[in-house]
């Protein structure tokens, strides 16, 4: 009796993700089936080269990984765009010798999300995040990508939030 109701269980549990129902991540896409993640700009002050193409590729992994849409180059059904529009390295805490202890990494994105079959889920929003380290770390190297895979691991968790998401 105790495998009949555990068959039924699983059963249940499949047929409920297989048919969109329901999503263990939460995502909400609706009758859409295809996105697409267009070239960012970076248009920060001061410009790290690369980040904008791993921003993409990091934001088109995540929606791959986390729904069932599929992705194209033109005429989707969500449509992401926008820019970098901040990089900057800032002091954040000080020593006793009035110098920095600590400096934080910020990286903002503006971000212009469209939804061609459900326009009033259209935004055009900042998301941004940071990274402390200490001052006396160079940010380069396996430094700044661990540095740049944490924020870009938060920006692109809050962007899939509020794109298909309806918590």
Known sequence: MKKLGLVLSIFSILTLVSCGIYSFTGASTGNAE???????????????????RTFKLDLQDLIQSQTNLTLTNNNADLIFEGEIIDYYIAPMTATAQNTAAQNRLTIAVQIRYYNTLEPEKDFDRRFSFYYDYPAGQQLIGGNLDTAIDEIYDRITQDIFNAALTDW
């Open 34 to 52: 295809t996105f697409q993640v267009n070239n960012f700009q970076n248009t920060a002050d001061l410009i790290e080269p690369g980040i904008e």
